[in-house]
């Protein structure tokens, strides 16, 4: 102890020491900044200056005053500036100290440089690290040729690639490339050796401190650019799995980082903008999106080492287990429908969400309840446990914003140990509130020994919701495929896989262009009966049309399979001979033992009572919460005494081990074997009360067979440690001639104020030989009383005893005498080892025999707890009416080794240990305040030789402020920054003609020459496309176009195949491969190709590679090419190739909850849809960095809509943005932040969408010749035939064309075709009923115009078409041939000649449409795409021909038309009405009042008021009225019997007097009683045709709330239904009957029904009552007499608010139709401007609320 005297004293003397010099220099400073310097004379020079900087600084200032620009944009950028050099300051300055103590590791991860959580580095979360100098020295000596192989990557490699993605980049250029001399360091390797003994887990932790500096240059623009720094912090864990039996032992390496790793880089030249406070978060986090996309859980990167491994199983292993969710009730819920503005409180609607991860549910919701019951059972797979949480929101129903009525989270680790937890679970956030839950943990069995029990069991389960219990879980790992059939034209296909379990459906991911594709996924299904269900297996090509080959597996086989699994290959069925599929299958049971299922699933009572006389509050002895933890480190020890001597005659050696005692607990360390300079390197730590007189002592013994030999002992008093707080020292053991102890003791004092994550990361860096890690915080638990307990099975009181368990310690109390409140009155401490991670759990028993009941409480609730500190009653979750009084108190544990760090000499080294072979063991003492550690379970090998440190001394450190960064400014990048290969696919589009001389396979009786049922499969990568069937024919005709967007090098080759359709099996008639690499140099490929493996047949097919221009000069003739196309399919060519590339997004509303979302984005345009990744990591600023691709088929009138939400659940925004805006752009391309709807004015996205147009060569080439004449294609002309076939085949119609082919004998093969074709012609024969088709040429359109887009992305406005296009010749250019053209033949052909329908109205040629498309756009599984408002058809150019005289531009509405107006009722209260329920009809009563209004036919009726004669509704009514008709308004009061109801006075009004006086509020008298009165708010609303006032309106709207929960009408909105044109044709060839039903809100209306016609004709008009014309929709379905659609169109409301005159009148484009299909509307909206919204007639306010009485006005 003298020389811990001395220490200190000398620690003393230096400190002062550097203070003085400290003093001394910072007055040298002072005295020189004092000083005046004196100059020899004035510098004319340095005059002009100074002058200079004075009049720069004042210049801003002088033009902001000249220009009057507000100086506040000055002092704004004087604070962008200051932040961003103060954050270039503090970022340099992080640098610069990394890279200053990276040389010595043990100072730097010692020192108090990375105070808070932000600074320090991500890889000392975890102990037990191990280093690997070894592996540092390797990468240090490697580091150089590491650098050049880089400098050589990116100049030879990066920098062409830059130069080539852009023509602005071309003078890219790397200026400087230096990786410096710092590498990267390999910190520590963790390896877990509690795992599975076939894997080796590790965990890696890498820091990379790096002064590398890389410099761009663009010398076209003067733009340089560079990073000089950067700092990589994190840890990655690598799995070895399987280990194998061979070279190399490990058959694959899965490498991801548990958290995002730390990233700070530093930023120099333009970059440095990046350094701006708030712009470089997101430049970082950019990055890291990037690196988490790839390694940061779930994603994970396995890079299997031998072949045939089943990498999907790696990436995907079996769940842990599953946890059975049962949401039983809901108890004493806050009540949010509240009437008379909240002066009387109400009900509420509740329902819960349920989520475990990315899985969540909804339950229904129950009406006007605070303790609703909803019985319902979900299911939730759990993969790693402990940590998933179950989150359970509860809120209130509401037509507008669902209310908040609180949350409750459970560690799902907790299921998996208690099996079952049925408790109820007090609602946080909420003042009131509980939800009762019962939770299973299923284990998973990989036998059918319990299925029939589970089955059965399961079967007696009721619950309310659709799907009964699961019985097992089926996993599905999908390997690859085998020689799968190739598309049309010999090309690969690009398979994906959809898998089926009844209604459930999942998709693979698609392995492109090719017929071996290689999924490697996973998927999981729940299954309710194995022996009766089924797994459906579609292997398809990408557009999930064409048909692979499929397979279905009865799962019924793999419950007679060990371990309930089939792992191999399956013939794949409707696929080649040699198609195959690779597919393990994996059936795992759900089982729970029976004696955890005895509680049956009933409702507890949730009211139960409470005493008014317990305490609220805790009463503590004074003692409570005083100890604190004295942490013992035994390091080493030194010169023992040798008691193992040979003979006895010389010197041997000790196996010395070391007891340690203090405050009645006993450590015991392990034994070093034959050494006398032992390392233990162990720790131990013991909760002690500051006592007098307790001493530690510390024996070392040497053990023996026998008798262990004594070899010193050390006593040190505990008053002393705990005045010094800190002791690093070597003490000399007594009553022995040598040897000394090396020992850190600490005594740590707990404290609420200090840091825990600061405390948990200096901690993660200790590690020991007994592997303890040492706790964070002490937790001190008061049980005072409890209240209310339940009774033992008996009916008797119960003999209260509560055990108390954190981690693997616990405690239990005395047992009370019987009683239902019993008292304790008894405290407890638990040492924590991480706050965020454990749990306190009380569990209640009597006498320790029968449970009582639990509670679960984590402590990382007091972390959000004022001083740390819960003090209240706590209710037990299996019977909420019981509770227990307790107090938990958390303090910190702050070592001081975390805040400063003693300079150390060099050490003296101890001599190497032996590893030793017994384990460690600990003498345990019970007691209600014994912390318990556990024992080591194997041996452990001896640490490196432990330095011991004899002084230590303060040092300075860099303060936290300096190391703050400054956030005040919140700038962007301006544009996007996708990567080199965004925008680079192009569009293959095949043309699939005919065939001719196919092989005949329906032979009658095998005899004879006879038919086929051809049909074609075409197959381009993992795309699949399958044609119609042609019956009975070997000279087919199916003229269907396929289109498929991919790169030139996605796929090699493209495959056609022909086969003849069968009932059983499908016969191969030939197949046709050619090679995408000629497709794509030819560009354009007209030909007959002959069929191969088959003895004869050719198919004719037109196969064009189309590569995008981003010039829309070339849109009108691609879109009069695109008129004259027609096909089978009804497939429409595409215009143009939309590419987007989704960047980031900023500033998005937090959720509900008050939590930042989930980002996650849905992209739909027509019928196709995509989504992005769901960012995890919740943030209002999210980095997706994802492209994606759609085909527009007409760019002036796609739309692209956006819609945000959070993980897919709540929306959170949406941008709509018409195609046609890009045509007006440089180069088509629009790169900039777009602003979201249904958002706040500051969130936006940053978006780039490229159109390039779809260029042709279709138009002046010409086909290839036909062979030689075939016979007349023969038809299935009966019905029956037509309807089997396309319910068959629903993609395309049930019959061909009629057609008969001539032509020559030549024919081509090979691409590019070289000879000139030869003449073919076409005769087509007419069908009585049915036209034939004109083979792919219809009549043009006349509208192939381009207007300018509007400048703004908000509303868009429709531009009128004077009327449905015209068949007319083009003038302006040329107009291809149709002879010349895809389904034409040259001009020595012989025309098409086809019947074409003739509409007796208008006399114009109509046209029958294909049945059914083949073919559809590949849309991923996502919900129906929301209703997209269509753009008006644009109106023709001067150059091309105008609209038939025939049809009108414009509607004739009637002069009646939009006459209307709407009559508000305010229903507000009555008084003083006549009481009709008395007592023995004697007396004062009562009466249930309720009113019911009539207005012509309508009426309204309002909720009964029970028991009052003083009523208060407050409800409102609207109604659409003719303001002139002499229509009366009649009140009428009633009092609600149980038979007929009492009769309480009427009241009559006029409409014409409410229309005069527009605003009436009054009490009017009833009529025909002795009294009473009813007050009312009367309003005929005006109609204004400006939106002037919407916004007011809609303000109002927000403000008034009515009991009915009406909500008021904003605007008014009439539509005259007038024409249609060109309507298509129905399935069956007849004219439709045509009839339109129109939808807005929640209003429908049906027009009437026509008789058969193309140009219907109605008239009618419509009107609706609009809520927000910002946001509701006019979707108008036309069909045939409510059978068969035609097509439909979708109007927003708000594109009236851009007209004059808030009105649309003209023809508009249906969607779901042919291009020429049009619909002529009129759309009128008029705002409905409340005289609530005028100061003059109600003073500004709203209408008085209930209750509130004015005086009586006129009766």
């Not at 509690?194 to 820091?207: H, P, T």
């Not at 309840?369 to 998933?388: A, C, D, F, M, R």
């Not at 009563?1485 to 209004?1493: H, Q």
Request: net charge negative; proline share 7%.
């Amino acid at each position: 102890m003298e020389n811990a005297g001395q220490d200190g004293s000398k620690d003393s003397e230096k400190s002062s020491e550097k203070t003085d010099t400290a003093q001394a220099g910072g007055d040298a400073v002072e005295s020189s900044q004092m000083e005046t310097p004196k100059t020899p004379g004035i510098s004319a020079t340095a005059v002009l200056w100074t002058f200079g900087k004075c009049l720069s600084a004042l210049l801003p200032v002088y033009l902001a005053g000249y220009y009057r620009i507000s100086t506040s944009l000055v002092a704004f950028g004087l604070m962008v500036y200051s932040g961003w050099k103060h954050t270039r300051e503090a970022k340099e300055a992080r640098l610069k100290s990394a890279i200053h103590l990276l040389g010595n590791e043990q100072e730097y991860t010692s020192t108090k440089v990375f105070k808070s959580k932000r600074d320090l580095p991500a890889w000392v979360n975890f102990p037990d690290v191990e280093k690997v100098e070894w592996l540092n020295k390797v990468l240090h000596q490697a580091w150089p040729f590491i650098g050049q192989y880089l400098e050589k990557l990116l100049i030879e490699t990066i920098a062409p690639a830059v130069r080539g993605s852009n023509a602005h980049l071309q003078t890219f250029n790397f200026t400087k490339i230096d990786m410096g001399d710092k590498p990267m360091k390999v910190v520590g390797v963790k390896a877990h050796t509690e795992n599975d003994k076939g894997q080796v887990l590790l965990d890696v932790y890498i820091s990379y401190v790096g002064n590398c500096e890389i410099n761009v240059e663009v010398k076209r623009y003067f733009c340089k650019a560079g990073v000089k720094g950067v700092q990589l912090h994190g840890m990655m864990r690598v799995i070895l799995e399987p280990l194998i039996g061979d070279v190399p032992i490990v058959g694959a390496v899965t490498m991801f980082f548990i958290r995002r790793p730390k990233l700070d880089i530093n930023w120099t030249g333009l970059t440095n903008l990046l350094d701006i406070p708030g712009l470089n978060v997101m430049s970082d986090s950019m990055i890291m999106d990037i690196i988490a996309s790839f390694l940061v859980l779930p994603n994970r990167l396995t890079v299997p080492l031998v072949p045939d491994l089943h990498v999907a199983q790696l990436r995907s292993p079996l769940p842990r287990g599953v946890v059975r969710i049962h949401l039983l009730e809901g108890a004493d819920l806050a009540s949010k429908d509240n009437y008379v503005a909240g002066i009387i409180s109400g009900m509420s609607d509740p329902y819960a969400i349920l989520r475990v991860g990315p899985q969540s549910f909804t339950s229904k919701h129950l009406d006007n309840t605070l303790n609703p019951k909803w019985g319902e059972i979900y299911e939730v797979i759990v993969h790693e446990v402990p940590g998933q949480e179950l989150e359970v929101e509860v809120y209130d129903k509401d037509p507008d914003q669902d209310d908040f009525l609180g949350r409750t989270k459970m560690d799902l680790g907790i299921v998996k140990k208690s099996k079952v937890v049925d408790e109820w679970f007090p609602l946080k956030e909420a003042k009131t509130g509980r939800v009762h839950l019962r939770l299973e943990w299923l284990t998973l069995q990989d036998n059918t020994e319990k299925l029939d029990e589970v089955i059965q069991r399961n079967s007696a389960v009721t619950c309310k919701t659709a799907d009964p219990p699961s019985a097992a879980i089926l996993a599905v790992y999908l390997d690859k495929a085998e020689a799968l059939p190739k598309k049309k034209g010999n090309k690969d296909p690009s398979p994906m896989v959809q898998l089926s379990v009844q209604d459930i459906t999942k998709e693979s991911r698609t392995a492109w262009e090719t017929v071996n594709p290689e999924w490697e996924d996973a998927f999981t299904f729940f299954i309710q009966d194995p022996s009766k269900q089924d797994i459906d297996i579609q292997v398809k090509d990408n557009d999930r049309v064409q048909s692979l080959g499929s397979l279905t597996i009865p799962l019924s086989r793999l419950l007679a399979r060990p371990q309930l699994s089939l792992d191999q290959w399956f013939q794949l069925e409707n696929s080649g001979p040699a198609s195959r599929i690779y597919i393990n299958t994996v059936l795992r049971v759900l089982w729970i033992d029976a004696v955890h299922l005895e509680k049956p699933l009933s409702s507890s009572d949730s009211t139960g009572t409470h005493a008014v006389a317990r305490p609220q509050r805790t009463t503590p002895n004074p003692n409570f919460a005083t100890e604190g933890v004295l942490r013992i480190h035994l390091v080493a020890g030194q010169s023992l005494v040798a008691k193992d001597k040979v003979m006895g005659l010389m010197k041997g050696k000790s196996d010395p081990y070391a007891k340690v005692s203090i405050g009645g607990k006993t450590f015991k360390s392990q034994v070093i074997e034959k050494n006398l300079n032992p390392t233990w390197n162990e720790m131990y730590e013991v909760v002690l009360t500051e006592l007098l007189g307790q001493e530690l002592l510390l024996e070392v013994f040497d053990k023996d067979m026998d008798e262990d030999d004594f070899m010193g002992r050390l006593k040190i008093k505990l008053s002393d440690l705990i005045t010094t707080q800190y002791t690093d020292e070597w003490f000399a053991l007594s009553d022995v001639k040598s040897g000394r102890v090396h020992l850190v003791l600490e005594w740590l004092a707990a404290g609420s104020e200090s840091d825990v994550d600061q405390v948990l990361q200096y901690q993660a860096k200790q590690t020991f030989q007994n592997r303890t890690i040492p706790s964070a915080a002490l937790l001190y638990v008061y049980l005072q009383q409890g209240h209310d307990l339940p009774h033992k099975k008996s009916g008797k009181e119960a003999k209260a005893a509560v055990e108390l368990v954190v981690g693997g310690t616990s405690h239990k109390t005395k047992v009370c005498e019987r009683s239902s409140s019993p008292h304790w009155d008894q405290s407890f401490y638990f040492l924590v080892r991480d706050p965020h991670e454990e749990m306190l759990q009380v569990k209640l028993s009597s006498n320790w025999e029968q449970a009582l009941g639990s509670l679960v409480f984590p402590v990382r609730e007091l972390l959000s707890e004022q001083d740390l500190t819960v003090d209240q009653w706590l209710s037990l979750d299996n019977a909420p009416a019981s509770q227990l009084l307790i107090r938990a108190q958390l303090k910190i544990l702050c070592p001081k080794m975390a805040v400063r760090v003693g300079d150390k000499k060099e050490p003296k080294r101890v001599s190497e240990s032996a590893v030793p072979e017994k384990l460690p063991e600990e003498e345990k003492h019970q007691g209600s305040g014994d912390a318990k550690i556990a024992p080591i379970s194997e041996p452990v090998s001896a640490p490196p030789a432990v330095t011991a440190p004899e002084e230590l001394s303060a040092i300075d450190v860099p303060s936290e402020r300096d190391l703050e960064v400054s956030q005040a400014v919140d700038l962007r990048p301006q544009q996007t920054t996708p990567s080199p290969g965004f925008g680079k696919e192009g569009v293959l589009r095949i043309h699939l003609r005919e065939a001719r001389n196919l092989v005949a396979k329906d032979k009658v009786m095998g005899m004879g020459k006879g038919n086929s049922d051809p049909y074609a499969k075409i197959q381009v990568g993992d795309t699949t496309f399958k044609s119609q069937v042609i019956k009975k024919n070997l000279n087919p005709t199916w003229n269907e176009m396929y289109e498929l967007v991919l790169a030139e090098d996605a796929c090699k080759e493209l495959l056609c195949e022909l086969y003849d359709k069968d009932m059983d099996k499908d016969d191969f008639l030939g197949r046709v491969k050619i090679n995408m690499g000629d497709v794509v140099r030819a560009g354009y490929t007209d030909e007959w190709f002959t069929l191969s493996d088959v003895k004869t047949g050719r198919v004719h097919l037109t196969v064009e590679w189309m590569s995008a221009a981003t010039q829309s000069e070339g849109l009108y003739k691609v879109l009069h090419l695109q008129s004259q196309l027609s096909y089978q399919n009804k497939a429409v060519p595409s215009a143009a190739l939309l590419f987007l590339y989704l960047d980031r997004a900023h500033s998005l509303p937090l959720k509900k909850s008050g939590k930042e979302p989930k980002p996650a984005a849905e992209l739909l345009m027509g019928g196709a849809s995509r989504k992005s990744k769901v960012i995890f990591e919740r943030s209002t600023a999210p980095q997706w960095e994802q492209g994606f691709h759609f085909l527009v088929r007409d760019p002036r009138e796609e739309t692209l809509i956006i819609k945000l939400s959070s993980n897919w659940e709540q929306a959170i925004g949406s941008l709509v943005l018409p195609v046609r805006e890009l045509l007006s752009q440089p180069e088509l391309v629009l790169d900039q932040w777009f602003r979201l709807d249904g958002a706040s004015d500051d969130t936006q996205i940053l978006l780039r969408a490229e159109l390039k147009i779809l260029e042709s060569q279709q138009g002046g080439m010409a086909p290839a010749p036909a062979p030689a004449a075939a016979p007349e294609q023969v038809m299935g002309g009966e019905e029956e035939e037509e309807e089997e076939e396309e319910e068959e085949f629903p993609g395309g119609s049930a019959e061909p064309a009629v057609a008969v082919i001539t032509a020559g004998d030549e024919e081509h093969h090979g691409l590019p075709v070289e000879s000139e074709p030869e003449v073919a012609s076409l005769q087509s024969e007419p069908e009585e009923e049915e036209p034939a088709s004109n083979y792919g040429v219809r009549e043009p359109a006349s509208n192939y115009g381009l207007q300018k887009p509007a400048s703004n992305y908000g509303l868009q406005k429709p531009e009128p078409v004077q009327a449905p296009p015209q068949p007319q010749q083009e003038e302006d250019f040329e107009v291809p041939d149709p002879s010349s053209m895809i389904g034409g033949y040259s001009e020595d052909s012989a025309p098409i000649t086809a019947p074409q329908p003739t509409d007796a109205a208008n006399d114009e040629p109509e046209q029958e449409e294909p049945e059914e498309p083949s073919y559809e756009p590949p849309t991923p599984s996502a919900p129906p795409a929301a209703p997209v408002a269509p753009a008006a058809v644009p109106a023709a150019p001067e150059d091309v021909p105008g609209p038939p005289a025939l049809h009108p531009p414009h509607s004739s509405t009637p002069a009646a038309f939009a006459s209307e107006g709407v009559l508000r009722i305010h229903l507000l209260e009555a008084r003083e009405l006549v009481a009709k329920d008395k007592v023995m009809g004697m007396g004062k009563g009562k009466s249930d009042p309720y009113v019911k209004i009539y207005i012509g036919d309508a009426s309204f009726k309002s909720h009964v008021i029970e028991k009052t004669l003083n009523p208060t509704w407050n409800e409102m009514y609207e109604l659409v009225l003719q303001g002139s008709s002499g229509l009366e308004v009649k009140f009428e009061v009633f009092d609600k019997d149980f038979d007929s109801d009492d009769f309480l006075g009427r009241l009559t009004l006029r409409l014409k007097d409410i229309v005069v006086s527009q605003f009436t509020d009054q009490w009017y008298t009833l009529k025909d009683i002795k009294s009473g009165q009813v007050h009312m708010v009367l309003e005929w609303l005006p109609l204004a045709t400006s939106a002037d006032h919407l916004e007011q309106v809609l303000h109002l709207q927000s403000q008034l709330s009515y009991q009915n929960k009406a909500v008021p009408s904003a605007a008014l909105l009439f539509l005259y239904l007038d024409r249609a044109h060109a309507l298509p044709l129905k399935k069956s060839g007849k004219e439709p009957k045509p009839a339109a039903e129109l939808l807005c809100g929640g209003t429908s209306y049906k027009s009437k029904v026509l008789d058969r016609s193309t140009s219907p004709q109605w008239k009618e008009e419509f009107h609706f009552l609009v809520h927000d014309p910002t946001q509701d929709m006019v979707i108008i379905k036309l069909s045939s007499n409510w059978e068969q659609a035609i097509g439909s169109l979708v109007l927003p409301v708000r594109e009236l608010l851009s007209h004059p005159e808030l009105v649309l009148d003209q023809w508009f484009k249906l969607d779901g139709a042919s291009d020429d299909s049009h619909l002529l509307l009129r759309a009128e909206l008029k705002v409905l401007e409340s005289k609530l919204i005028d100061p003059a007639v109600c003073g500004g306010s709203l209408p008085r609320a209930p209750g509130r009485r004015s005086r009586p006005g006129a009766d």
